[in-house]
């Protein structure tokens, strides 16, 4: 007799119209200490086995209403009941029956007039080729388990390795040109100053000059012409201007590589959200703009009242710049679908939202375009790690993987995608206020 706990004792449903069967067989199976269950019938040996879920069924071939075979066959195709193994017990003789029943599902063959002994050790070997079975399954699926843990911790840790490397390499690089930028700005500014003054001395030079020789020498008046003299003093302040507003634009460059590339990788820091999306959009400006191709693409921000948040900057700006850098590609994939004339008739649009939830102490930003969209089978997948709808050489699938779990896991967030064919996309990215 097999090993099985005390709690749970073995149930065995016998099943034949003949109570001197039941009667004989119900003995024998309480002398091994098994419970016995019993119906006279098909239908009832269906109900039973599928509220009792016995753990082996004998059922009698020949019987009123639906035969054993009609039995076997309704009970194999119950996910409820189909593994319950099932003994045929039969006086047929032809080795035909036999096999057609073994094809429906049953495991052996009791052949009456039967021997008790002859019973108990079918019923014992089969006993424990099920017990056995369900080991072996409940194994397997805790060895599935186990595995399928493994592999997403080693994803998830694949993923941080390449997250963490991309930051520093990034952080380095941008700021070895942040260097660069900033020495020749540095001169450049400081000299614009005493450019401006030198500028102003001579125009005032070059007057008073003009008011003290009113009658110039030939010579001079030919140069005069030549250089055209008032339009000089009149652009020249531009000129001024348009290399002040230069400078300018520089050191926002430099201001928005170095607020873009903070890696505060050990602990999390007070930053402003909006400062992140905004340097972001500066290291993009580039692929906004028009190329000739592809008309360009706006950005609308519409951005609410948000207090400074503990958070990850450099990692959140990467998931800004993973996020809309998408868009764009979405943008440039469909302009290649379409015409000239469609894509004009269209604008490329992308929105983005941020506003501030005080029950709930959260912070939401949705970056919401206008292309193409995506199918529902596609957008079941796009976190999923090495997933990519681009071409060969121009995704790694990685990008919305990685997002994913900077939000999730490094800041406790949401990030969730709605989209629709032909009508464009939306990311959410629910953030906490408070350390995390």
């Keep these: 007799m097999i090993a099985v706990p005390l709690s749970k004792p073995i149930y065995i449903l016998l099943v034949d119209d003949n109570p001197n069967n039941l009667k004989v067989l119900c ?140 930051m520093s390499t990034l952080g380095q690089m941008v700021a070895g040109i942040g260097h ?100 972001t959009l500066m290291m993009l400006q580039h692929r906004l703009k028009g190329n000739g191709d592809r008309p360009k693409i706006q950005v609308i921000t519409q951005y609410g009242e948000l207090p400074a948040i503990s958070c990850y900057p450099g990692q959140l700006n990467q998931v800004f710049m993973n996020i809309i850098a998408n868009a764009i590609d979405a943008f440039d994939e469909l302009h290649q679908n379409h015409s000239d004339q469609e894509i004009a008739a269209y604008p490329k649009i992308i929105t983005i939202t941020t506003s501030v939830d005080p029950q709930q102490k959260t912070v939401t930003i949705c970056i919401q375009d206008n292309g193409p969209g995506m199918l529902a089978s596609v957008q079941a997948r796009i976190f999923e790690q090495s997933f990519t709808t681009k071409s060969v050489g121009k995704g790694t699938g990685l990008g919305l993987a990685i997002s994913y779990q900077i939000i999730a896991d490094k800041h406790n967030g949401q990030l969730n995608c709605l989209s629709t064919p032909g009508e464009g996309t939306k990311f959410i990215i629910t953030l906490p206020m408070l350390p995390q």
Excluded at 29 to 53: F, N, P, R, V
Excluded at 198 to 211: D, H, I, M, T
Excluded at 215 to 243: N, T, V
Aim: with cysteine; glycine share 4%.
């Design 27 to 166: 003995e024998a199976i309480q002398g091994c200490g098994w419970k016995a269950l019993m119906a006279t019938d098909g239908e009832s040996a269906i109900e039973q086995t599928e509220y009792a879920h016995p753990d082996l069924i004998l059922l009698d071939v020949m019987m009123a209403g639906i035969d054993g075979f009609e039995t076997c066959r309704r009970l194999k195709i119950n996910p409820i009941t189909q593994n319950i193994p099932v003994i045929f017990m039969t006086a047929l003789s032809d080795s035909t029956d036999k096999v057609a029943g073994l094809e429906i599902g049953a495991v052996d063959y009791i052949t009456k007039p039967f021997q008790q002994e002859e019973v108990i050790a079918r019923l014992k070997l089969h006993l424990k080729i099920s017990l056995l079975t369900r080991t072996l399954e409940e194994r397997v699926q805790e060895r599935t388990a186990e595995l399928t843990q493994s592999l997403h911790q080693l994803q998830q840790t694949q993923l941080q390795m390449i997250q963490s490397e991309k």
């Design 180 to 279: 660069e930028i900033n020495n020749p700005v540095g001169f450049v500014s400081g000299n614009l100053s005493y450019i401006e003054e030198y500028v102003n001395n001579l125009l005032r030079l070059v007057n008073l000059q003009q008011q003290k020789l009113p009658e110039p020498d030939p010579e001079i008046e030919e140069l005069l012409e030549e250089i055209d003299l008032d339009y000089l003093i009149e652009d020249l302040p531009k000129l001024l201007m348009s290399m002040h507003q230069g400078i300018t634009r520089l050191k926002d460059i430099s201001l928005s590589l170095r607020t873009f590339t903070r890696a505060d990788i050990s602990c999390q820091v007070e930053f402003q959200i909006h400062e992140g999306i905004d340097s």
